[in-house]
């Protein structure tokens, strides 16, 4: 009795949460728009998913029941979907028992100072707004009371914070997605493969770490759905992000925008297809190669290079030989064998998916340099890498200690 009147006070918490997002849906979306171009579009689907996620955080108390809190944990939110963030990442917090302390991305000042007026009610949850990310994350090692640090980004992140592991009982990564994939296979339904590749690929500017950024496609579908996806490419909107019907707005952030710069010059003798740099405009970027081989970037943003393969079995060694094994969407039924390679090598494979927004229970995070955990378990330190779910994470397991 008196663990479920706990969970029924946590759940009450966190459906006041949510109900303060929803409240605050005009100003957080036209907060986006200005921070960093992200389409009033795609901010109100983003809230409408992170509330509707707070709202049924009863499905993860089996997850955590049997566990104790770490007490504060600590991270710095990413300047794309910090609303998706704070409902996952405070809504396990609150599950949990545990405190977040958190800070907000440079590039996202208004969405800083609104998710702060946000969480200012809730005493679990702190929001540091107005200091630097690097001296946020340096007084995180530095305080004792902080038990578990989460964080995401570049690769060169993690390993500087990898060198403080010992500073904490937990540190997570979630490290950089690469050039996430698709592979269309010889028998995959190639209308549902195109269209869930062009959604994927250009949702928000192409600014999530989960969106395609290059697509596998075998020769005999290929005609079809390279047609098909550039049809779908041209009838995305691009424009002023207040605009409900643009799909893509400027993009803001100039790193992004030098980053996709960077990656058409790796490509040469790729062929562009479609999509231009026009200042903070950026229309969906295009591009397809005959070479299998593509160049192991860290990209974010519009971009998406197609590539005709006839042999699926050289495709997934080639893929498989990546630094980043974050993500890999597949159509079609390949064999066993190449299906447990893309389980063995990648942290999230999704099998011929239908979906707009990755759903927010789905596991998150990827392996070797897209991700992997650091825990203290007794005397000893275990990592391990591959996909996590929040609430799972944030709780000490009988035994672990």
Not at 48 to 60: H, N
Request: hydrophobic share 45%; aromatic share 10%; net charge neutral.
């Amino acid at each position: 009795m008196a663990a479920e009147k706990k969970f029924d006070k946590r759940l009450a918490e966190i459906c006041q949460l949510a109900d303060a997002i929803d409240r605050q849906k005009a100003g957080l979306m036209a907060s986006a728009a200005d921070d960093a171009g992200f389409p009033v579009k795609v901010t109100s689907s983003e809230i409408d998913l992170a509330v509707e996620y707070l709202r049924s955080m009863q499905e993860e108390i089996p997850w955590v029941e049997n566990g104790r809190p770490f007490g504060t944990v600590a991270t710095i939110f990413p300047y794309d979907a910090p609303v998706v963030v704070l409902a996952r990442f405070g809504g396990a917090t609150l599950l949990t028992g545990n405190r977040l302390r958190f800070s907000l991305s440079s590039q996202t000042p208004a969405t800083a100072d609104l998710l702060a007026a946000i969480c200012k009610p809730f005493p679990s949850i702190e929001a540091v707004v107005g200091m630097d990310n690097r001296t946020f994350g340096l007084r995180c090692v530095e305080d004792e009371n902080i038990r578990l640090l989460f964080i995401a980004g570049a690769s060169a992140v993690g390993e500087a914070y990898r060198r403080h592991y010992r500073s904490f009982d937990k540190l997570f990564f979630a490290g950089p997605g690469g050039m996430p994939a698709a592979v269309v296979f010889e028998d995959a339904d190639v209308q549902k493969a195109a269209g869930f590749i062009v959604r994927r690929a250009f949702i928000n500017g192409g600014q999530y770490c989960t969106t395609l950024k290059k697509a596998y496609i075998h020769r005999s579908l290929y005609a079809e759905a390279r047609e098909s996806i550039l049809a779908a490419v041209e009838k995305l909107k691009v424009g002023s992000p207040l605009e409900p019907e643009t799909d893509i707005g400027p993009i803001r952030v100039a790193r992004t925008r030098r980053i996709l710069q960077q990656a058409l010059e790796q490509f040469p003798s790729a062929r562009r297809l479609t999509g231009a740099i026009e200042g903070e405009m950026v229309f969906p970027l295009v591009l397809e190669s005959e070479n299998p081989q593509v160049p192991d970037l860290e990209l974010f943003g519009p971009f998406l290079l197609l590539i005709p393969f006839d042999d699926p079995d050289a495709v997934v060694s080639e893929l498989i030989q990546t630094r980043y094994g974050f993500l890999l969407t597949f159509f079609g039924a390949p064999a066993e064998e190449i299906r447990a390679l893309f389980h063995t090598h990648f942290g999230m494979v999704h099998d011929n998916p239908d979906f707009q927004f990755t759903p927010l229970r789905r596991p998150f995070g990827g392996k070797k340099a897209s991700g992997w955990i650091l825990e203290r378990r007794g005397g000893r330190w275990v990592e391990r890498d591959g996909a996590f779910l929040y609430s799972r994470e944030l709780i000490r397991r009988p035994g672990s200690e």
